[in-house]
T-cell receptor, first 113, second 112 residues
Framework: DQQVKQNSPSLSVQEGRISILNCDYTNSMFDYFLWYKKYPAEGPTFLISISSIKDKNEDGRFTVFLNKSAKHLSLHIVPSQPGDSAVYFCAASEGNAGNMLTFGGGTRLMVKP | DADVTQTPRNRITKTGKRIMLECSQTKGHDRMYWYRQDPGLGLRLIYYSFDVKDINKGEISDGYSVSRQAQAKFSLSLESAIPNQTALYFC???????????FGSGTRLTVV
């Protein structure tokens, strides 16, 4: 059973608009969450992270929100740009379990010019 | 040079053959990982190593083995390749996951 789920396999948005990518998790022991971006023919690259003691973390156009009671996090990209078109993976780790990352299935974002 | 280098980038092999995928890193990190990516299933952990003398099975280790030859090198072997091992394989390294992983560019393996 997947502990980290991204229920939307794909998302299409218009350039300049907001992109919202969602992620749900089941393990209440997860205490650190990360988003990775992956372009074709490349490995995933770290994008942004958030600790469970926070509910929001911003880095430029990217903001991650964490709702612990709902076991849900989301990544907001504002404004979306064509270069943001990629696959986005949500990941989570548990400090007491060696900080291993568990990944979601990914969401393919397409930003149309 | 890339921080994490995987070879080969692409490989087609026949069912039953033994194949090795290699990974080297220049980050100086102790931790190294092997993942496979399948559509819709994300990245699943095959094996990981926290230092040269440490090897651990991940979520899907059956049919795979690894060797940690040095701090910088971590290779993955498929003992007898089968078609459902066709996937994209990624090697990664990290200090701890709090700082994220650095991934290689991947090896696309096709077993026919």
């Amino acid at each position: 059973d997947q502990q980290v789920k991204q229920n939307s396999p794909s998302l299409s948005v218009q350039e300049g608009r907001i992109s919202i990518l969602n992620c749900d998790y089941t393990n209440s022991m997860f205490d650190y969450f990360l988003w990775y971006k992956k372009y074709p023919a490349e490995g995933p690259t770290f994008l942004i992270s958030i600790s469970s003691i926070k509910d929001k973390n911003e880095d430029g156009r990217f903001t991650v929100f964490l709702n612990k009671s709902a076991k849900h996090l989301s990544l907001h990209i504002v404004p979306s740009q064509p270069g943001d078109s990629a696959v986005y993976f949500c990941a989570a780790s548990e400090g007491n379990a060696g900080n291993m990352l568990t990944f979601g299935g990914g969401t393919r974002l397409m930003v149309k010019p | 040079d890339a921080d994490v280098t995987q070879t080969p980038r692409n490989r087609i092999t026949k069912t039953g053959k033994r194949i090795m995928l290699e990974c080297s890193q220049t980050k100086g990190h102790d931790r190294m990982y092997w993942y496979r990516q399948d559509p819709g299933l994300g990245l699943r952990l095959i094996y990981y190593s926290f230092d040269v003398k440490d090897i651990n099975k991940g979520e899907i280790s059956d049919g795979y083995s690894v060797s940690r030859q040095a701090q910088a090198k971590f290779s993955l072997s498929l003992e007898s390749a089968i078609p459902n091992q066709t996937a994209l394989y990624f090697c990664a390294t990290s200090e701890t996951s709090r700082y994220g992983y650095t991934f290689g560019s991947g090896t696309r393996l096709t077993v026919v």
